[in-house]
Nanobody
Framework: QVQLVESGGGLVQAGGSLSLSCVVS????????MGWFRQTSEKEREFVAA????????YYADFIKGRFTISRDNAKNTVYLQMNSLKPEDTAKYYC??????????????????????WGQGTQVTVSS
């Protein structure tokens, strides 16, 4: 059974940074493109970022505007989301997800994550103003 475990969430002031990690076990990490999504009680789940199996192709939601960076370490079965210049509106529960297969560029975009096969439990990010 494929399992995804996120970590790194927390409370940070606006303008600060957090680094999220997601470790994947129970499967072959390089079988999956990986993505990050987020959700609040007021909003449906939304796409944040995704990257290809090699990590060489990435895609970001427009609201990221260069503030976040997605990356992966295939030797460690881990995907990361470095979040800088955080804003109160970034407050949400962040989820990593695995897509069975590969993607490239805009092909990595999935508005609501319905195409993704495996999900973690999420990690809470709270940005205070």
């Amino acid at each position: 059974q494929v399992q995804l475990v996120e970590s790194g969430g927390g409370l940070v002031q606006a303008g600060g940074s957090l680094s999220l990690s997601c470790v994947v076990s129970g499967g072959t990490f390089t079988d999956y493109a990986m993505g990050w999504f987020r959700q609040t009680s007021e909003k449906e789940r939304e796409f944040v970022a995704a990257l290809s199996v090699s990590g060489g192709s990435t895609y970001y939601a427009d609201f990221i505007k260069g503030r976040f960076t997605i990356s992966r370490d295939n030797a460690k079965n881990t995907v990361y989301l470095q979040m800088n210049s955080l804003k109160p509106e970034d407050t949400a529960k962040y989820y990593c997800a695995a897509l069975n297969g590969n993607c490239s560029g805009y092909g990595c975009y999935d508005e609501d994550g319905d195409e993704y096969d495996y999900w973690g439990q999420g990690t809470q990010v709270t940005v205070s103003s």
